[in-house]
T-cell receptor, first 115, second 115 residues
Framework: AQTVTQSQPEMSVQEAETVTLSCTYDTSESNYYLFWYKQPPSRQMILVIRQEAYKQQNATENRFSVNFQKAAKSFSLKISDSQLGDTAMYFCAFMKQAGAQKLVFGQGTRLTINP | DAGVIQSPRHEVTEMGQEVTLRCKPISGHDYLFWYRQTMMRGLELLIYFNNNVPIDDSGMPEDRFSAKMPNASFSTLKIQPSEPRDSAVYFC?????????????FGDGTRLSIL
C-alpha cells in the first residue's frame, strides 16, 4: 500500500518570502502521479500542481513549483513570492498510473502567510 | 463550467437520525469519489464509482454507511443511524478517468455535525 508523509504540520512565513513544503511517499510502483492540493479556510480543495513520475522535468505553475526526486521518493512544493491568499492547508497526494483512481493523501501542512 | 456540486453545505442532526448527502459530478466525468475529512484521520476515501458502478468500498467504515449512484449526474451517501463520531466534512469529487493524469475535482464539502 502507498503512504504519503508530510512531516511539517505547520509553517509560517512573511509575505513575499519563499517557502518549501515537504512530502515523501512510499510505493513499489514505477509509474504514478503526484499532486499538491490547497485547502483554504473556505474548505474548497483546489489543485495546485501535478507531476507525472515518468517526467524528469519538474512541474511549475506560476509561483508554484515542485522538486521531484524519484529515487528519494520526495515531492516538495515551493511557493515563491508568497501572498496572503496562499494561507491554507496544503495536501500532498499520490495516485497510481494504472488501475485504481484512488488518491492517497498526506496529513497536510498548515501554511500561514503573515503580512 | 459548473464544478462538483454538493448539498447540503452544512447539516446538523441528532444521533440516530438518517443523513443523506448529495453530489452532482462534473458533466462527462466517469469517476465519482466520496471522501471524509477529520482532524484525527485526515482525508480518507470512502468509496468510488466508475460509470455509476461501485468499484471500491473498502473505506466505508461500517454498514451504517451506504452510497448509491443511480445515474451519471447524481450520487448519495447515506448514514443510518448516525452517530456523533460520524461528524466530519464529507467531500465528493469527480474525474475523467480515461485520461489517468486528470486530477480529481472536489466539491465544497458538507460539514456534518451529529449531536
Amino acid at each position: 500500500a502507498q503512504t504519503v508523509t508530510q512531516s511539517q504540520p505547520e509553517m509560517s512565513v512573511q509575505e513575499a518570502e519563499t517557502v518549501t513544503l515537504s512530502c515523501t511517499y512510499d510505493t513499489s510502483e514505477s509509474n504514478y502521479y503526484l499532486f499538491w492540493y490547497k485547502q483554504p479556510p473556505s474548505r474548497q480543495m483546489i489543485l495546485v500542481i501535478r507531476q507525472e513520475a515518468y517526467k524528469q522535468q519538474n512541474a511549475t505553475e506560476n509561483r508554484f513549483s515542485v522538486n521531484f526526486q524519484k529515487a528519494a521518493k520526495s515531492f516538495s512544493l515551493k511557493i515563491s513570492d508568497s501572498q496572503l491568499g496562499d494561507t491554507a492547508m496544503y495536501f500532498c497526494a499520490f495516485m497510481k498510473q494504472a488501475g485504481a483512481q484512488k488518491l492517497v493523501f498526506g496529513q497536510g501542512t498548515r501554511l500561514t502567510i503573515n503580512p | 463550467d459548473a464544478g462538483v456540486i454538493q448539498s447540503p453545505r452544512h447539516e446538523v442532526t441528532e444521533m440516530g437520525q438518517e443523513v443523506t448527502l448529495r453530489c452532482k459530478p462534473i458533466s462527462g466525468h466517469d469517476y465519482l469519489f466520496w471522501y471524509r475529512q477529520t482532524m484525527m484521520r485526515g482525508l480518507e476515501l470512502l468509496i468510488y464509482f466508475n460509470n455509476n458502478v461501485p468499484i471500491d468500498d473498502s473505506g466505508m467504515p461500517e454498514d451504517r454507511f451506504s452510497a448509491k449512484m443511480p445515474n451519471a449526474s447524481f450520487s448519495t451517501l447515506k448514514i443510518q443511524p448516525s452517530e456523533p463520531r460520524d461528524s466530519a466534512v464529507y467531500f465528493c469529487a469527480s474525474s475523467l478517468g480515461r485520461q489517468t493524469n486528470q486530477p480529481q475535482h472536489f466539491g465544497d464539502g458538507t460539514r456534518l455535525s451529529i449531536l
